[in-house]
């Protein structure tokens, strides 16, 4: 693989479900992110991890949990899903914080 | 909360002509970012203009910063159909994490 990759594509969820949504990135690139995008509101910051080890709340945290054990995967984790989640995920890579961003391809989330 | 702005929301504009969008945004950056987004896919970089930079260009783009009014403009020139896509700007502060905008939407007419 070449790039960031994310799984699954798509998912229609129940509400009170729990959903990990996976992201694998090959760069070897230090931080990573995720991001929700819903439309007319561009891109939020869910949670990020400037190095594998840590992580860090973005601006809209509430109700997703991350973990970055090694540095490749950085997996987003709804553990009790609530229709307002319902959204386009995407994962991010970048060398170093604050530089360019590399992005997967999306997950797309319907919570009903 | 989100620190750019993008504008216009939407532009469309005949294959061959060129395409502004201008990006504003509210505190002080140490880099302005451009991304693109085709309809059902992720973000691509396009290009990066550090605080102490004024102007730069990449192929058919050219994007400008003025720090002073908190400004940058990207400028797509001879567009093409392939152009047509989602522009977002992104801000990175002091706490180098990217603050993206709304993003303005182009669409190039045959």
């Known amino acids: 693989i070449a790039g960031i990759t994310q799984a699954p594509t798509s998912q229609i969820l129940a509400a009170g479900r729990r959903m990990t949504l996976r992201c694998t990135q090959d760069m070897r690139h230090n931080a990573m992110y995720w991001y929700r995008q819903d439309l007319g509101l561009g891109l939020r910051l869910i949670h990020y991890?400037?190095?594998?080890?840590?992580?860090g709340k973005g601006e809209v945290p509430d109700g997703y949990s991350v973990s970055r054990a090694n540095t490749d995967d950085f997996p987003l984790t709804l553990a009790s899903a609530v229709p307002s989640q319902t959204s386009v995920y995407f994962c991010a890579s970048s060398d170093s914080g604050g530089e360019t961003q590399y992005f997967g391809p999306g997950t797309r989330l319907l919570v009903l | 909360s989100q620190q750019g702005e993008e504008d216009p929301q939407a532009l469309s504009i005949q294959e061959g002509e060129n395409a502004t969008m201008n990006c504003s945004y509210k505190?002080?950056?140490?880099?302005l970012q451009w991304y693109r987004q085709n309809s059902g896919r992720g973000l691509v970089h396009l290009i990066l203009?550090?605080?102490?930079?004024r102007e730069k260009h990449s192929g058919r783009l050219r994007v400008t910063l003025d720090t002073s009014k908190k400004s940058s403009s990207l400028l797509i020139t001879a567009s093409r159909a392939a152009d047509t896509a989602s522009y977002f700007c992104a801000t990175s502060s002091n706490d180098y994490k990217l603050s993206f905008g709304a993003g303005t939407t182009v669409t190039v007419r045959a």
């Open positions: 991890s400037n190095t594998a080890g840590t992580t």
């Open positions: 203009i550090r605080s102490n930079e």
């Open positions: 505190t002080s950056i140490n880099n």
